[in-house]
Every structure is written in structure tokens, then in C-alpha cells.
């Protein structure tokens, strides 16, 4: 069965630091892959998505994903943290039905 | 452009009582529609969706249930709520034919008391 691994539930790094969330999925074809973003009580934010092509994707508020097809990984980056990241990060995969599979979570708290 | 609404957007209810929660998108037609839970500390977890008017398909046996009206509007409701039933639900919609990139909903918080 498909599935999408977080292994952090919550990562804590300070202004202006570099980020690195990461996403293991199980699926047996190539995935299609996501990331979204939820403010407090808000919905979900698509951030990047991923079909085909090329492996480093870029996506809004200057974030990119890196899909590694040999460890089966889809690890969300951003060079430099800002206070208004703060925020849950899922992410996901498409399975054969047409549905998403979402990780767990992953909250982001950002130091001054 | 494409907009998502759902309502209320907080809502308290004692068990046993009713529910419908009403999601409406705009600016696209005939949208996949789908209704995800998304419990305290959980991710989300799809509860139904719809590729029409009038076809709903649901992925987890409960006491909920959904419909869809008319083209963009989708509507969650139960009879009797349940304690378990407390959480945020999420509405979200894709084109026609692509299921995988989804748009959500700010989402409704219910408590039920």
C-alpha cells in the first residue's frame, strides 16, 4: 500500500537558517508528489508538486523539493528560513487511484 | 481565478445533533470535489469525493455523509453527531480528470460537546 513517511513531527531552527523537511514515500510506480503548507486553523497551501522531469523542483515563497527516486525521498528545502514559515508542512502522493496520500506533519517553529 | 469557500468556519454541536457543512467553489466547472478530516494532531484523512453532480464516493465507513447538489457545491451532514466526529474539515477541489492537485478550503473547525 502506498504511504507517506515524516519521520520529524516538529523541527525548531532560527531566522534566517537553512531548512530541510523531510518526506519518504512507499509506492510501487513513479509518484506524483507534493508539498502543502497550513497556517494555525487555516487549509492547506499547495507549495510544489512534482510529476516528472527534472528531479529539483522549484515552488512559491522560495521553497524547492528534491526527488530522489534511489531512496525513495522528496525532502523540502528553503536557504533561508523567515518568522512567517512557521507553520505545519505536509507531504503527499498521488496513488494509483487518483487520491492523495498525506504524511503525518511536519511543524515548523522559527526562532527569532 | 478559482475560489473555495466553506461554512462555518467554526462550529460547537452537543451529540446527537445534526450537521451539514456547506463548500462551494468558484470560477471552475464541474470540479472533483472531496471531504477530508483532519484530526488534532493527525494528517488528513479523505472521507468522500466526487467526480459529479450526484456521485459521491466514500472512503470510510461512518456515520457521515455527503451529497452534492448542484455542480459546485458540496455538502457533508450527519444525522447524529458523534463525540469522534469533532475536528477540522477540509473541502478541496481539482480539475476535471486530475485528481492528485488539489485546492483547499480555509477549512471548518467543529467541536461537538
Known amino acids: 500500500a502506498q504511504s507517506v513517511t515524516q519521520p520529524d513531527i516538529h523541527i525548531t531552527v532560527s531566522e534566517g537558517a537553512s531548512l530541510e523537511l523531510r518526506c519518504n514515500y512507499s509506492?510501487?510506480?513513479?509518484?506524483?508528489l507534493f508539498w502543502y503548507v497550513q497556517s494555525p486553523g487555516q487549509g492547506l497551501q499547495l507549495l510544489l508538486k512534482?510529476?516528472?522531469?527534472?528531479?529539483l523542483v522549484q515552488g512559491i515563497k522560495g521553497f524547492e523539493a528534491e526527488f530522489k527516486r534511489s531512496q525513495s525521498s522528496f525532502n523540502l528545502r528553503k536557504p533561508s528560513v523567515h518568522w512567517s514559515d512557521a507553520a505545519e508542512y505536509f507531504c503527499?502522493?498521488?496513488?494509483?487511484?487518483?487520491?492523495?496520500?498525506f504524511g503525518q506533519g511536519t511543524e515548523l517553529s522559527v526562532k527569532p | 481565478s478559482q475560489t473555495i469557500h466553506q461554512w462555518p468556519a467554526t462550529l460547537v454541536q452537543p451529540v446527537g445533533s445534526p450537521l451539514s457543512l456547506e463548500c462551494t467553489v468558484e470560477?471552475?466547472?464541474?470540479?472533483?470535489l472531496y471531504w477530508y478530516r483532519q484530526a488534532a494532531g493527525r494528517g488528513l484523512q479523505l472521507l468522500f469525493y466526487?467526480?459529479?453532480?450526484?456521485?459521491i464516493s466514500s472512503e470510510v465507513p461512518q456515520n457521515l455523509s455527503a451529497s452534492r447538489p448542484q455542480d459546485r457545491q458540496f455538502i457533508l451532514s450527519s444525522k447524529k453527531l458523534l463525540l469522534s466526529d469533532s475536528g477540522f474539515y477540509l473541502c478541496?477541489?481539482?480539475?476535471?480528470?486530475?485528481?492528485?492537485?488539489?485546492?483547499f478550503g480555509p477549512g471548518t473547525r467543529l467541536t461537538v460537546t
Open positions: 512534482y510529476f516528472s522531469g527534472d528531479t
Open positions: 470560477g471552475t466547472s464541474n470540479p472533483n
Open positions: 509506492y510501487g510506480a513513479t509518484p506524483y
Open positions: 478541496a477541489w481539482s480539475v476535471t480528470g486530475i485528481f492528485y492537485e488539489q485546492y
Open positions: 466526487s467526480v459529479g453532480i450526484g456521485q
Open positions: 503527499a502522493v498521488g496513488n494509483q487511484g487518483g487520491k492523495l496520500i
